[in-house]
C-alpha cells in the first residue's frame, strides 16, 4: 500500500517538503559545482605540478573512486547518527575538504585531499534523496527527482565558466576556496531547517564486505589507470586487476551469503533480481560514461587542441548545460505522465547521434557547430539520467528502498570512476598508437616530407645551418603529428561511448519501471493499526539512501 505524506506540515506557510528540497539542492550544487570546475582545470594543473594527463587525472579519479567506496556506508551511518545530522557533518567534512585542497603543495597532497573531500561529498547525494523521499509522496517523486537535477546540471552550466575565468585570471587554488562561504551557508541552512529522523543505534557494520569493496575497487582502477603508462603486461597493473577483481567477486558472495542469513550486509545486492533495478542501472553505467568520458576529454579538446583559455573553454561549455538543465526538467514531469521508456529511449538515441558525430570531430570545426553538438549531446543525457533513477527503484517495496538506493548511488559514484580511469587509459595508449603509425608515414616522398623539406629550405634562406633547420622542421611536424593523434585517440573514446548508447537503448527496452499512478490514502479514515502501518511504512520509505 502506498500512502501520501501529509501536506499540512508547514514553516512560515511553506509546505515543509519544499523547504528540504531547497535546502538538499543547494547542498548538492555545491558539491557539482566542485566536480565541474576541476574538470576544467586539469590543463592548468598538469602545468602547475608539471605531470602528465595520467597522473593529473587522479585528482578526479581519486574523488569519484572515493565516493563509490564510502557510499555503501550511508545507510548504514545515517540509522546510527541521524540524517540530519549525518548531512551536516558531510557538509562541513566536504567544505573543509575543499580549504585543505586548496592549501595542497603537490600533486600527491592534492590527490590524497581530494580523497577526503571525495568521501564526505559521497554522502550528500543519497542523504539528499532519503531527505527528499520521506517528504514527497510517490506519486511526485519524478517530479522532485526532476528538481534535485537542476543543482545536478546547473553545476556544470556554471562550474567550467567560473572555473575557467579563475584559473585564466587566478590562482587556481580559488576553485577550492570557493566552496568555503557556500559550505558555511549550507551548513547553517540544513542546521536551521532541517528535522532529524530516527536513529537506530544497534545497527551492526559489515567489515568484511567494506574492505573487500573499498580495496578491491581501489587496485581495480589504479590498475586502469596505471595500464596506459606501464602497459597492460605489466606485474603491477596484471597484479591490481586481478587481485581487485577477485576482491570484488569476494565482496559479492559476501553480500548474497549476508542476505540469506537475514543479516545486515553493506549492500543488498538481491535488489538486482528485480528487472527494472537492474535494466535501469545497466543504462545509467552507461549513460554515466557517456557524461563523464565527455566532460573529462572536452575540455582537454578546447584548451589543448584548441589552444583557448580555460575562461573561453568555459563560455564554450555553458549553452551544453544548460540544454541538460532543460532537459532534465521536461524528463522529470514527462516520467510522471507517460513513464520511463517513452522519455528515455528518445533521449538515448539522441545521445548515440551526438556521440557518432563526435567520431569525426577534429580541430578545424568552427566551434559555433562545435556548441551544436555539445547541446545535442547533454540534452540527450538530460532526458536520461533521472529518468533512469527514478524507474530503478519504482518497483522496489518501500522496506528495501534504503539498500537500494544505496546500491544505485554506489553504482553510479563507481561508473563515473571506471569512465575516467578508462578513458584517460584509452586515450593515452591510443594517442601512442595513432602517433607510431603516423611517424611511419613521414617518408620523403609524403607530404610531411616535403613539409619537412619546404621548413628546412625556409630557415636556411634566413641563415639557419642545414642541420639546425632539419632539426627544427622535424620538431615542428612532430608537433603537427601529436595534435593529430591525440585527436584520433579522442576519436576512437568517443566510438565507444556510441557503442554504449546503442547497448543503453537496448537495456532500457526492458525496464519495466512505467508509469504508475500512487495510491492516496486517506488517513483520517484509517484505524490506529492501519496507522501505525501506514507511518512505519513511511519511516522504511524515507530511508530511501
Aim: glycine share 10%; net charge positive.
Amino acid at each position: 500500500m502506498q500512502v501520501s505524506v501529509p501536506a499540512a506540515k508547514r514553516e512560515g506557510g511553506l509546505p515543509y517538503k519544499w523547504i528540504v528540497a531547497g535546502v538538499v539542492i543547494f547542498g548538492i550544487f555545491m558539491s557539482i559545482l566542485d566536480g565541474t570546475i576541476v574538470n576544467i582545470a586539469v590543463p592548468r594543473l598538469e602545468t602547475a605540478f608539471g605531470s602528465d594527463l595520467n597522473s593529473v587525472q587522479w585528482v578526479l579519479t581519486a574523488y569519484t573512486l572515493a565516493q563509490g567506496v564510502a557510499t555503501p556506508l550511508t545507510a548504514f551511518l545515517a540509522d546510527r547518527i541521524g540524517t540530519k545530522r549525518f548531512y551536516i557533518l558531510s557538509l562541513a567534512g566536504f567544505t573543509l575538504g575543499s580549504v585543505l585542497c586548496g592549501l595542497s603543495w603537490s600533486l600527491p597532497m592534492l590527490i590524497l585531499f581530494r580523497i577526503m573531500q571525495g568521501v564526505a561529498g559521497a554522502f550528500l547525494s543519497p542523504l539528499a534523496i532519503t531527505l527528499l523521499y520521506r517528504e514527497f509522496p510517490p506519486q511526485e517523486r519524478g517530479t522532485v527527482m526532476g528538481a534535485l537535477g537542476i543543482p545536478i546540471l546547473l553545476g556544470p552550466a556554471l562550474g567550467p565558466t567560473i572555473g575557467g575565468y579563475i584559473v585564466t585570471y587566478m590562482d587556481w587554488q580559488l576553485i577550492f576556496y570557493i566552496n568555503l562561504p557556500i559550505g558555511i551557508l549550507g551548513v547553517l541552512l540544513a542546521f536551521f531547517f532541517l528535522h532529524e529522523g530516527e536513529i537506530v543505534p544497534d545497527k551492526k557494520f559489515d567489515i568484511p564486505g567494506f574492505l573487500c569493496s573499498g580495496i578491491g575497487l581501489a587496485l581495480l582502477l589504479y590498475g586502469l589507470s596505471d595500464a596506459s603508462t606501464d602497459g597492460w603486461t605489466s606485474p603491477i597493473v596484471m597484479g591490481s586487476l586481478i587481485v581487485g577483481i577477485v576482491l570484488l567477486i569476494a565482496f559479492v558472495l559476501v553480500e548474497l551469503r549476508l542476505s540469506r542469513r537475514g543479516k545486515q550486509p553493506l549492500l543488498d545486492l538481491t535488489v538486482f533480481a528485480d528487472r527494472s533495478f537492474s535494466t535501469s542501472s545497466i543504462a545509467s553505467i552507461l549513460v554515466v560514461f557517456a557524461l563523464y568520458g565527455g566532460l573529462f576529454l572536452i575540455p582537454i579538446y578546447l584548451q589543448n587542441l584548441r589552444g583557448l583559455s580555460a575562461y573561453q573553454a568555459g563560455l564554450v561549455l555553458l549553452p551544453q548545460a544548460l540544454a541538460s538543465m532543460v532537459a532534465v526538467l521536461v524528463g522529470g514531469r514527462l516520467v510522471d505522465r507517460i513513464g520511463v521508456r517513452a522519455v528515455v529511449i528518445p533521449g538515448l538515441i539522441i545521445l548515440a547521434i551526438a556521440m557518432w558525430l563526435y567520431t569525426s570531430l577534429n580541430t578545424s570545426i568552427p566551434i559555433g557547430d562545435f556548441q551544436w553538438l555539445l547541446i545535442l549531446r547533454s540534452f540527450g543525457i538530460g532526458l536520461c539520467l533521472q529518468p533512469l533513477s527514478v524507474s530503478a527503484l519504482s518497483n522496489i517495496q518501500p522496506r528495501r528502498l534504503s539498500q537500494a538506493s544505496s546500491v544505485s548511488t554506489t553504482i553510479r559514484f563507481v561508473g563515473s570512476s571506471l569512465a575516467v580511469a578508462i578513458i584517460a587509459t584509452l586515450v593515452q595508449s591510443q594517442n601512442k598508437v595513432h602517433y607510431a603509425h603516423l611517424a611511419e608515414q613521414v617518408t620523403p616522398t609524403s607530404s610531411f616530407g616535403h613539409l619537412v623539406m619546404m621548413i628546412q629550405a625556409g630557415l636556411m634562406g634566413k641563415g639557419a645551418s642545414a642541420i639546425a633547420a632539419y632539426a627544427y622542421a622535424l620538431k615542428t611536424i612532430g608537433g603537427l603529428l601529436q595534435l593529430r593523434s591525440y585527436m584520433m585517440a579522442m576519436q576512437d573514446a568517443f566510438r565507444v561511448s556510441f557503442f554504449l548508447a546503442i547497448v543503453a537503448i537496448i537495456a532500457t527496452l526492458f525496464v519495466t519501471g512505467n508509469k504508475k499512478k500512487a495510491v492516496v490514502v486517506d488517513e483520517a479514515s484509517m484505524s490506529a493499526e492501519e496507522r501505525a502501518e501506514a507511518e512505519k511504512a513511511r519511516e522504511e520509505a524515507s530511508m530511501a539512501l
